[in-house]
């Protein structure tokens, strides 16, 4: 399409000024949307007439068409991939094999692919050519090389004519462009941005600014895709890569999470003046739609039908003004083309058209994991992704849905507020609390009940099936629709049949049907759409159809959402399992290869029994176990959790325990700790804990997940009743080298998490605990039973704090169970097992000051950081059977301070632990002080059990004569043998 010049595409600014009001623009006559002129409709619906078949090209000069010749050889050299491709094409230009292997060999240089020399070839070609005959003749060469799209693409492009009017009366070339405009913002407000909250009411429209609520946006740090921050709609095209704007931008989001309704508030921002004015057009362009459209002629369809400007013209105009132009693709998952396809959309999507201009794309993760393996659309894709609804959206969601009405939407709002189960698995997703506020309001005491027992995307969608016969056989319509008896009693066979026609549209990513597809089923149809699980609507029929189907309009049938049409399909391959064991065998192999693309399919199909959950989660167990036995122990971590993390969320919502305890035995079979990790979703979790009591033998406890209510009673039930737990984490470094605070959600802080730990700690067998980074300090009791759950455990060895914010009442609570316990001769003194005890020198102090229980302590450290230095210790007491002492702190390159001398230091270490035996500084002190430090010990002997020092300092260079002197004095101490000195250093 570079054969079209700038200068002869003249896109006339058509909007006047921004408006910070939702208002529609001044001259955007809506009503008259609703009034084709029927006469003009007909004959061009019918293909026989054009009312303008497009204005005249102006003429232009021999050099201005060598250089339009010239710029589509060069699309047409960069879009050739493979060397049999240029080959192939040589040979239909007529160039010899010798010929065609040198050209071949100059698109390599310097081990650099280009297509340098693909375009000599075809420059040397066209230089034999007359002006007349070179592009028909390249058109067939292309042909003849099965390179038809490319011809299509650039030489049809040749025969467009511009925007440019026969007339040279400017204004109306400006009318003409401001009725495109005008069309596509009707178009957004009657078709994307009035939506249909309930499927079950026709009649219930919302206008979008009603419902309309901000999702949670996150976007990907370049550095490290684990880390995310918070992105604000308004900042969603100022995400920058490397100090610069992106042109790509690639939205993630699950089935559900709300992509689509996303890019329609991308629609209604530009239509209504509220953002996104810097473009003259925004394209939104639902992928499902597209099939093998252009783009062109996917916004040709939002046209009314006596707009006379062509697909061709509107694909023009984009891709040679792209400045002006923002390209919105909703939901690449849907889109049919493979990458490998020389599709106009495909070729966008890669960067290699529209390559100036701005493009949005959202996808599900499947798709978007294709992206990240190319490695130059990773370097110019900014990844952003949809989180769905914050807590607080969600209430604000159900407050609109029941149209300030209180009473029911609180009822709804506390409902979830209190199943965490729902308010973490579901309620984030738009799609899913649009299901849950339909059923609230028609849902009376006992099916509300019903309600709250819902665990699984897949309960929740069976759930909806119910309501929806139960509401279509309740209609008053008694002879045309069947009874709630009658429904339930046929409409499985119905869903079998329409799942066969839903699934095959998953495998082809077709998502809308010609209702003639369902001829082998009407009956199911015609049942499907009288109940709400599919939907029927009349479509103009495409002019380029109408020799096959001469009809003016076509009926299409689609699901309500591509998660319905998910779950119909699973019903059908899950009857297969039965019915049709080697169809099953094909499909299931198929899936299981792509299981991130069909995560759902899988989800729903291990819902519809015990032997499809346990068929499916053997399937992927067996993949696990051929890659770790394949690459042994180099297969990466992450990629293992995540294969695991999937697994486990299949067997979460097949609910039957046989497939957790398949799932149970395998998943801790090579290792011994169990780490919840915090890119763990809250359905992982919940799934994790469904399959715990087939864990096995779990050694070791790593929490870095905040938890909802029932997850975390759910958790401490499994702490507690584990025989083989020994060691639980609450937070802390993800990695060894990771010392930075942790986010306050890796950090469990339920209150129930606490409370029953405390109530029930006689149960725990815990011998190593550590806390890292709590923020419990506006958490009075949750503080206060943490610190009764840490003093009571009967057998605790080892115990960490650190860095942790807790409420004052912490350490009276702390101090009272002490107290109480001293108090008490049938209590045992809490801590009589403690042997190990690292603690910073905050919390130090503020526990030596709650009581003396720190006696049977053998080895402590203590974090301390630079700005308190070691006066600390002047402070402490209570640790006089301590024979090994460590001083850690942060990595640095300065030395920490020391304000005594250190003759004082000694003497107050000698004072707090006079069975000092060994003496360990993490942190790096200077030469000169540790000198002094290894001197007066030395000297003194205050330490007098002392047997080894070890210590870390700072070397201004290799050539210190300070640091030779320390070695020095380090071997004169060894040799001696009363204490045994190591020295490291730090450069």
């Given at each position: 399409?570079?054969?079209?010049?700038?200068?002869?595409?003249?896109?006339?600014?058509?909007?006047?000024?921004?408006?910070?009001?939702?208002?529609?623009?001044?001259?955007?006559?809506?009503?008259?949307?609703?009034?084709?002129?029927?006469?003009?409709?007909?004959?061009?619906?019918?293909?026989?007439?054009?009312?303008?078949?497009?204005?005249?090209?102006?003429?232009?000069?021999?050099?201005?068409?060598?250089?339009?010749?010239?710029?589509?050889?060069?699309?047409?050299?960069?879009?050739?991939?493979?060397?049999?491709?240029?080959?192939?094409?040589?040979?239909?230009?007529?160039?010899?094999?010798?010929?065609?292997?040198?050209?071949?060999?100059?698109?390599?240089?310097?081990?650099?692919?280009?297509?340098?020399?693909t375009l000599k070839m075809l420059r040397d070609w066209r230089d034999n050519q007359t002006e007349a005959e070179g592009r028909p003749a390249l058109a067939d060469a292309l042909k003849l090389a099965r390179l038809e799209r490319l011809a299509d693409m650039f030489l049809g492009i040749s025969k467009v004519p511009d925007l440019q009017t026969?007339?040279?009366?400017?204004?109306?070339?400006?009318?003409?462009?401001?009725?495109?405009?005008?069309?596509?913002?009707?178009?957004?407000?009657?078709?994307?941005?009035?939506?249909?909250?309930?499927?079950?009411?026709?009649?219930?429209?919302?206008?979008?600014?009603?419902?309309?609520?901000?999702?949670?946006?996150?976007?990907?740090?370049?550095?490290?895709?684990?880390?995310?921050?918070?992105?604000?709609?308004?900042?969603?095209?100022?995400?920058?890569?490397?100090?610069?704007?992106?042109?790509?931008?690639?939205?993630?989001?699950?089935?559900?999470?709300?992509?689509?309704?996303?890019?329609?508030?991308?629609?209604?921002?530009?239509?209504?003046?509220?953002?996104?004015?810097?473009?003259?057009?925004?394209?939104?362009?639902?992928?499902?739609?597209?099939?093998?459209?252009?783009?062109?002629?996917?916004?040709?369809?939002?046209?009314?039908?006596?707009?006379?400007?062509?697909?061709?013209?509107?694909?023009?105009?984009?891709?040679?003004?792209?400045?002006?132009?923002?390209?919105?693709?909703?939901?690449?998952?849907?889109?049919?083309?493979?990458?490998?396809?020389?599709?106009?959309?495909?070729?966008?999507?890669?960067?290699?058209?529209?390559?100036?201009?701005?493009?949005?794309?959202?996808?599900?993760?499947?798709?978007?994991?294709?992206?990240?393996?190319?490695?130059?659309?990773?370097?110019?894709?900014?990844?952003?992704?949809?989180?769905?609804?914050?807590?607080?959206?969600?209430?604000?969601?159900?407050?609109?849905?029941?149209?300030?009405?209180?009473?029911?939407?609180?009822?709804?709002?506390?409902?979830?507020?209190?199943?965490?189960?729902?308010?973490?698995?579901?309620?984030?997703?738009?799609?899913?609390?649009?299901?849950?506020?339909?059923?609230?309001?028609?849902?009376?005491?006992?099916?509300?009940?019903?309600?709250?027992?819902?665990?699984?995307?897949?309960?929740?969608?069976?759930?909806?099936?119910?309501?929806?016969?139960?509401?279509?056989?309740?209609?008053?319509?008694?002879?045309?629709?069947?009874?709630?008896?009658?429904?339930?009693?046929?409409?499985?066979?119905?869903?079998?049949?329409?799942?066969?026609?839903?699934?095959?549209?998953?495998?082809?990513?077709?998502?809308?049907?010609?209702?003639?597809?369902?001829?082998?089923?009407?009956?199911?149809?015609?049942?499907?759409?009288?109940?709400?699980?599919?939907?029927?609507?009349?479509?103009?029929?495409?002019r380029r159809d109408r020799r096959k189907n001469p009809c003016l309009q076509m009926s299409m049938v689609q699901f309500p959402h591509k998660l319905f049409q998910e779950f119909m399909a699973a019903k059908y391959v899950a009857s297969l399992h039965c019915s049709d064991d080697g169809r099953y065998e094909r499909i299931m192999a198929e899936?299981?290869?792509?299981?991130?693309?069909?995560?759902?399919?899988?989800?729903?199909?291990?819902?519809?029994?015990?032997?499809?959950?346990?068929?499916?989660?053997?399937?992927?167990?067996?993949?696990?176990?051929?890659?770790?036995?394949?690459?042994?122990?180099?297969?990466?971590?992450?990629?293992?959790?995540?294969?695991?993390?999937?697994?486990?969320?299949?067997?979460?919502?097949?609910?039957?325990?046989?497939?957790?305890?398949?799932?149970?035995?395998?998943?801790?079979?090579?290792?011994?700790?169990?780490?919840?990790?915090?890119?763990?979703?809250?359905?992982?979790?919940?799934?994790?804990?469904?399959?715990?009591?087939?864990?096995?033998?779990?050694?070791?406890?790593?929490?870095?997940?905040?938890?909802?209510?029932?997850?975390?009673?759910?958790?401490?039930?499994?702490?507690?009743?584990?025989?083989?737990?020994?060691?639980?984490?609450?937070?802390?470094?993800?990695?060894?080298?990771?010392?930075?605070?942790?986010?306050?959600?890796?950090?469990?802080?339920?209150?129930?998490?606490?409370?029953?730990?405390?109530?029930?700690?006689?149960?725990?067998?815990?011998?190593?605990?550590?806390?890292?980074?709590?923020?419990?300090?506006?958490?009075?009791?949750?503080?206060?039973?943490?610190?009764?759950?840490?003093?009571?455990?009967?057998?605790?060895?080892?115990?960490?704090?650190?860095?942790?914010?807790?409420?004052?009442?912490?350490?009276?609570?702390?101090?009272?169970?002490?107290?109480?316990?001293?108090?008490?001769?049938?209590?045992?003194?809490?801590?009589?097992?403690?042997?190990?005890?690292?603690?910073?020198?905050?919390?130090?102090?503020?526990?030596?000051?709650?009581?003396?229980?720190?006696?049977?302590?053998?080895?402590?450290?203590?974090?301390?950081?630079?700005?308190?230095?070691?006066?600390?210790?002047?402070?402490?007491?209570?640790?006089?059977?301590?024979?090994?002492?460590?001083?850690?702190?942060?990595?640095?390159?300065?030395?920490?301070?020391?304000?005594?001398?250190?003759?004082?230091?000694?003497?107050?270490?000698?004072?707090?632990?006079?069975?000092?035996?060994?003496?360990?500084?993490?942190?790096?002190?200077?030469?000169?002080?540790?000198?002094?430090?290894?001197?007066?010990?030395?000297?003194?002997?205050?330490?007098?059990?002392?047997?080894?020092?070890?210590?870390?300092?700072?070397?201004?260079?290799?050539?210190?004569?300070?640091?030779?002197?320390?070695?020095?004095?380090?071997?004169?101490?060894?040799?001696?043998?009363?204490?045994?000195?190591?020295?490291?250093?730090?450069?």
């Open positions: 399409m570079a054969g079209c010049r700038r200068e002869d595409l003249k896109w006339a600014a058509i909007r006047g000024g921004n408006s910070s009001a939702t208002q529609l623009p001044q001259n955007l006559d809506v009503k008259e949307a609703d009034k084709p002129h029927i006469t003009q409709t007909l004959l061009m619906r019918a293909g026989d007439v054009e009312s303008n078949p497009g204005p005249k090209t102006k003429h232009s000069s021999h050099s201005e068409r060598e250089e339009d010749f010239d710029d589509i050889l060069k699309d047409v050299a960069c879009f050739i991939r493979g060397n049999m491709a240029i080959d192939t094409l040589g040979k239909a230009l007529g160039f010899d094999p010798a010929e065609i292997e040198r050209y071949i060999a100059t698109n390599t240089r310097y081990q650099h692919v280009t297509y340098d020399g026969a007339s040279d009366d400017i204004s109306l070339e400006d009318d003409l462009l401001e009725s495109v405009v005008n069309d596509i913002m009707k178009y957004y407000i009657f078709n994307m941005c009035t939506i249909q909250a309930d499927p079950t009411n026709n009649d219930v429209m919302f206008e979008f600014d009603h419902i309309y609520t901000n999702p949670t946006l996150l976007e990907e740090d370049r550095n490290d895709k684990k880390i995310r921050k918070q992105l604000l709609f308004r900042n969603l095209l100022k995400t920058k890569i490397n100090g610069l704007f992106p042109n790509r931008i690639l939205v993630q989001a699950e089935g559900g999470a709300g992509k689509t309704t996303f890019c329609a508030k991308i629609a209604w921002d530009w239509v209504f003046g509220l953002g996104f004015q810097q473009f003259k057009l925004v394209a939104v362009i639902p992928l499902r739609k597209a099939k093998d459209k252009t783009v062109g002629e996917v916004i040709k369809s939002y046209l009314s039908d006596n707009n006379p400007v062509t697909a061709a013209q509107i694909d023009s105009y984009i891709l040679s003004n792209p400045k002006r132009v923002l390209l919105v693709l909703d939901s690449l998952d849907e889109l049919a083309a493979k990458f490998s396809d020389l599709h106009q959309i495909v070729q966008i999507i890669l960067n290699r058209l529209f390559i100036s201009g701005t493009v949005l794309v959202t996808s599900r993760k499947s798709r978007v994991d294709e992206i990240r393996s190319i490695t130059e659309l990773k370097k110019v894709y900014a990844f952003i992704y949809l989180e769905g609804f914050s807590v607080d959206n969600v209430a604000a969601y159900i407050t609109k849905f029941f149209n300030q009405d209180a009473t029911p939407s609180q009822e709804l709002i506390d409902f979830i507020t209190t199943n965490d189960v729902i308010a973490q698995n579901m309620a984030p997703f738009p799609i899913y609390i649009a299901m849950l506020c339909i059923m609230w309001r028609e849902y009376d005491g006992e099916r509300r009940e019903a309600m709250s027992k819902l665990k699984t995307f897949s309960q929740l969608f069976e759930e909806m099936v119910d309501f929806l016969i139960d509401h279509c056989g309740s209609k008053d319509d008694s002879q045309t629709v069947p009874t709630v008896l009658e429904l339930r009693q046929m409409i499985p066979n119905h869903l079998i049949e329409i799942g066969e026609i839903a699934f095959q549209g998953i495998k082809d990513k077709c998502l809308e049907f010609p209702e003639d597809t369902f001829q082998s089923c009407r009956e199911s149809m015609e049942i499907g759409c009288k109940v709400g699980v599919l939907t029927r609507e009349k479509h103009a029929t495409p899936i299981i290869e792509k299981k991130e693309e069909f995560r759902y399919l899988l989800y729903f199909t291990s819902a519809q029994g015990s032997e499809h959950g346990l068929d499916i989660v053997t399937r992927l167990i067996l993949i696990v176990q051929r890659e770790v036995s394949f690459v042994g122990k180099r297969i990466d971590e992450y990629s293992l959790d995540r294969e695991w993390r999937f697994i486990v969320d299949v067997a979460y919502e097949s609910q039957h325990q046989s497939v957790a305890k398949k799932v149970g035995n395998q998943f801790m079979i090579s290792k011994k700790t169990l780490h919840i990790q915090h890119s763990w979703s809250a359905h992982t979790i919940s799934g994790l804990l469904y399959i715990k009591d087939h864990l096995g033998e779990v050694d070791s406890l790593v929490l870095h997940k905040e938890c909802g209510r029932i997850a975390s009673q759910d958790l401490v039930e499994f702490i507690l009743s584990s025989a083989s737990l020994r060691t639980m984490r609450i937070g802390g470094p993800i990695t060894s080298a990771f010392s930075l605070p942790m986010p306050s959600d890796m950090i469990p802080k339920h209150a129930a998490f606490y409370s029953i730990l405390a109530d029930k700690v006689q149960q725990c067998q815990i011998q190593n605990l550590t806390i890292y980074y709590a923020s419990l300090h506006s958490q009075r009791q949750t503080s206060r039973d943490l610190a009764e759950f840490i003093c009571q455990i009967p057998h605790l060895e080892s115990l960490e704090l650190r860095e942790n914010k807790l409420h004052k009442d912490f350490f009276s609570k702390w101090a009272s169970t002490i107290s109480s316990a001293k108090g008490n001769i049938q209590s045992t003194t809490p801590h009589t097992s403690l042997r190990e005890l690292r603690v910073d020198n905050d919390m130090v102090i503020e526990l030596l000051s709650c009581g003396d229980m720190f006696d049977s302590v053998e080895k402590l450290s203590i974090y301390i950081s630079r700005k308190f230095g070691f006066d600390f210790i002047k402070r402490m007491h209570g640790f006089q059977g301590v024979t090994e002492l460590s001083i850690d702190g942060r990595p640095t390159h300065n030395p920490y301070p020391v304000k005594d001398v250190p003759i004082t230091m000694i003497k107050n270490l000698e004072r707090v632990f006079p069975q000092l035996v060994k003496l360990t500084f993490r942190i790096p002190l200077g030469i000169a002080i540790v000198k002094q430090i290894l001197e007066s010990q030395r000297e003194t002997r205050v330490l007098r059990e002392l047997k080894s020092v070890r210590v870390l300092t700072i070397r201004l260079s290799k050539m210190d004569d300070d640091w030779d002197e320390l070695l020095a004095l380090r071997d004169k101490i060894n040799n001696e043998k009363v204490f045994r000195v190591e020295v490291e250093s730090v450069l």
